[in-house]
């Protein structure tokens, strides 16, 4: 495993590696922003907290990874490869620095109009939001056409973006209903459906699929098991994360609190975190009995080989 990771850094190109170094940068990021919270008195929820700054920190790093890793699989294009990079990086970058700048300053970064500066400072937000979209958008398109591993990696890249894809829809569905809300009266952080529902949930849930589903793919590559079983867990486990993400929806939207379900969204998330957690389960299990014939290294780690394979 610790070699095929270093394959994955040795075979990267100049535009994956950039991707990893701002992956770095965010968590160095997460990491003061962790500091000022633990040191500082400010509320955990709220407006005006340390959260957004050290949790859009945290995500934007695991996203960054997570593309530049994707890449690998994907046929080596200079160009393309960078015009993603450089834009996934001004976006991220200027995003989380915004939210940064905000909570530095002791005021509101989201639906924030009490100033032409403070309202300027969000339309600028949406605008570089778009274009973290973009990106995402563009490299599940490209997976889905010429995305080189195999088949169950492959799958498991695939799935893992068509839900982060979903949870973007979602942020989208955020937003909409801050923006209701502020037409009204000021905006609670995080935003509320209802008596309490919290849409950032599944949001979170689906955006980080890129990292749950493609792990767990990785893995199984180091089993045991065959291909065909392997597809089966990483189907699984994406069915139980979706379903996850769809009952967080549901109960987000009937305005019920993320730790105050109904017996109608406690049942699915917890058949879909047994499908995930299941699949892992019996990817370790795999990992104790290596195969013999060994993990596939070339098709692993050099998405562009003879060896890879094209789903």
Same mark, same amino acid.
């Given at each position: 495993?610790?070699? *095929? =990771?270093?394959?994955?850094?040795?075979?990267?190109?100049?535009?994956? +590696? &950039?991707?990893?170094?701002?992956?770095?940068?965010? =968590?160095?990021?997460?990491?003061?922003?962790?500091?000022?919270?633990?040191?500082?008195?400010?509320?955990?929820?709220?407006?005006?907290?340390?959260?957004?700054?050290?949790? @859009?920190?945290? *995500?934007?790093?695991?996203?960054?990874?997570?593309?530049?890793?994707?890449?690998?699989?994907?046929?080596?294009?200079?160009?393309?490869?960078?015009?993603?990079?450089?834009?996934?990086?001004?976006?991220?970058?200027?995003?989380?620095?915004?939210?940064?700048?905000?909570?530095?300053?002791?005021?509101?970064?989201?639906?924030?109009? +009490?100033?032409?500066?403070?309202?300027?400072? @969000?339309?600028?937000?949406?605008?570089?939001?778009?274009?973290?979209?973009?990106?995402?958008?563009?490299?599940?398109?490209?997976? &889905?056409?010429?995305?080189?591993?195999?088949?169950?990696?492959?799958?498991?890249?695939? =799935?893992?973006?068509?839900?982060?894809?979903?949870?973007?829809?979602?942020?989208?569905?955020?937003?909409?209903?801050?923006?209701?809300?502020?037409?009204?009266?000021?905006? *609670?952080?995080?935003?509320?459906?209802?008596?309490?529902?919290?849409?950032?949930?599944?949001?979170?849930?689906?955006?980080?699929?890129?990292?749950?589903?493609?792990?767990?793919?990785?893995?199984?590559?180091?089993?045991?098991?065959?291909?065909?079983?392997?597809?089966? =867990?990483?189907?699984?486990?994406?069915?139980?994360?979706?379903?996850?993400?769809?009952? *967080?929806?549901?109960?987000?939207?009937?305005?019920?609190?993320?730790?105050?379900?109904?017996?109608?969204?406690?049942?699915?998330?917890?058949?879909?975190?047994?499908?995930?957690?299941?699949?892992?389960?019996?990817?370790?299990?795999?990992?104790?009995?290596?195969?013999?014939?060994?993990?596939?290294?070339?098709?692993?780690?050099?998405?562009?080989?003879?060896?890879?394979?094209?789903?």
């Amino acid at each position: 495993m610790w070699e *095929s =990771l270093r394959e994955f850094w040795r075979d990267a190109a100049p535009y994956q +590696r &950039f991707l990893y170094w701002l992956a770095v940068a965010f =968590l160095i990021s997460a990491a003061l922003h962790g500091v000022v919270f633990l040191l500082g008195d400010r509320a955990w929820e709220g407006p005006i907290s340390w959260r957004k700054p050290l949790l @859009f920190s945290f *995500s934007f790093a695991a996203v960054s990874a997570s593309v530049a890793w994707v890449m690998t699989f994907l046929p080596k294009r200079p160009w393309p490869g960078w015009a993603m990079a450089v834009i996934f990086a001004v976006a991220s970058v200027g995003e989380t620095a915004l939210i940064a700048m905000q909570a530095w300053r002791g005021t509101a970064s989201h639906f924030n109009d +009490r100033t032409p500066f403070d309202e300027s400072v @969000f339309i600028a937000m949406g605008f570089l939001i778009v274009g973290v979209a973009v990106v995402i958008v563009v490299l599940a398109t490209w997976s &889905f056409v010429s995305l080189r591993a195999p088949t169950s990696l492959a799958w498991a890249i695939k =799935l893992g973006l068509g839900l982060v894809v979903a949870g973007l829809a979602i942020g989208g569905i955020i937003l909409g209903e801050g923006l209701r809300q502020r037409e009204t009266g000021p905006v *609670s952080s995080p935003v509320v459906f209802g008596d309490a529902g919290v849409m950032n949930v599944p949001h979170a849930l689906a955006i980080h699929a890129l990292q749950v589903l493609p792990v767990l793919g990785w893995l199984l590559l180091f089993s045991r098991w065959d291909q065909r079983r392997r597809t089966r =867990l990483v189907v699984c486990a994406a069915a139980g994360y979706a379903l996850m993400i769809g009952a *967080s929806v549901a109960q987000a939207a009937a305005g019920r609190a993320p730790l105050d379900p109904t017996i109608g969204h406690a049942l699915p998330l917890m058949a879909g975190a047994t499908l995930v957690a299941g699949a892992y389960l019996v990817a370790l299990r795999g990992l104790t009995r290596r195969r013999v014939e060994g993990y596939g290294g070339d098709a692993i780690s050099t998405g562009n080989s003879a060896e890879g394979t094209r789903t």
